[in-house]
């Protein structure tokens, strides 16, 4: 399996850097993947904006909502287009900064030890059959990298500020696509 990693990026992923990570605490097990979703502008899918945004190029004047996230850094190890189109930004080893304040189970600075995986999608509506199919594959494939413990979408660890991905992401297909256990999910799925 480990022919599938190199030093943290996936083989089957476009390899896209960018330049917003930063290291993981020392010892620190990566056991959590913290789902999110995207789409710039919003409603909007096929772009380039996503892949912008993560690499600090985007063009802020290119549309009105950009103004209200003018300057932001963040990123995401992975981005899933609507077609199951896989993107790496930043590398599993490394910490990506898409969780913010946050809180799982306990522990709290979520990016220190999870993985942050973008649907593109807007919060509350449904998702693809084929972003199911990449996001079940890369899953089990950081399962078996990292002894992924946990899925959580960013709604369960910074509840007060996230709602993403929403109502209108399956979590009981991710689940029986995977076959884990109710205890690697969210309690309210």
């Given at each position: 399996?480990?022919?599938?990693?190199?030093?943290?990026?996936?083989?089957?992923?476009?390899?896209?850097?960018?330049?917003?990570?930063?290291?993981?605490?020392?010892?620190?097990?990566?056991?959590?993947?913290?789902?999110?979703?995207?789409?710039?502008?919003?409603?909007q899918?096929?772009?380039?904006?996503?892949?912008?945004?993560?690499?600090?190029?985007?063009?802020?004047?290119?549309?009105?909502?950009?103004?209200?996230?003018?300057?932001?850094?963040?990123?995401?190890?992975f981005?899933?287009r609507?077609?199951?189109?896989?993107?790496?930004?930043?590398?599993?080893?490394?910490?990506?900064?898409?969780?913010?304040?946050?809180?799982?189970?306990?522990?709290?600075?979520?990016?220190?030890?999870?993985?942050g995986?973008?649907?593109?999608?807007?919060?509350?509506h449904?998702?693809?059959?084929?972003?199911?199919?990449?996001?079940?594959s890369?899953?089990?494939?950081?399962?078996?990298?990292?002894?992924?413990?946990?899925?959580?979408?960013h709604?369960?660890?910074?509840?007060?500020?996230?709602?993403?991905?929403?109502?209108?992401?399956?979590?009981?297909?991710?689940?029986?696509?995977?076959?884990?256990?109710?205890?690697?999910f969210?309690?309210?799925?």
């Amino acid at each position: 399996m480990n022919s599938l990693w190199r030093e943290g990026w996936y083989r089957f992923a476009k390899r896209t850097p960018s330049p917003n990570f930063g290291p993981r605490p020392v010892d620190t097990s990566i056991d959590l993947v913290v789902l999110h979703a995207i789409s710039l502008p919003p409603g909007q899918y096929g772009g380039c904006e996503i892949e912008a945004l993560f690499t600090n190029t985007l063009d802020w004047d290119a549309h009105p909502y950009f103004q209200q996230i003018r300057g932001t850094e963040v990123s995401a190890h992975f981005v899933i287009r609507r077609d199951g189109g896989l993107i790496q930004f930043v590398s599993c080893n490394d910490r990506a900064w898409h969780a913010g304040q946050s809180n799982y189970q306990g522990r709290d600075n979520c990016n220190d030890f999870s993985i942050g995986i973008e649907l593109e999608g807007l919060e509350g509506h449904p998702f693809e059959v084929p972003q199911y199919e990449t996001l079940s594959s890369i899953c089990a494939a950081i399962a078996q990298h990292y002894k992924l413990h946990h899925i959580a979408g960013h709604e369960h660890v910074a509840p007060k500020r996230k709602q993403d991905p929403g109502a209108g992401f399956d979590w009981p297909r991710l689940q029986q696509s995977l076959g884990w256990a109710d205890n690697s999910f969210p309690a309210k799925n």
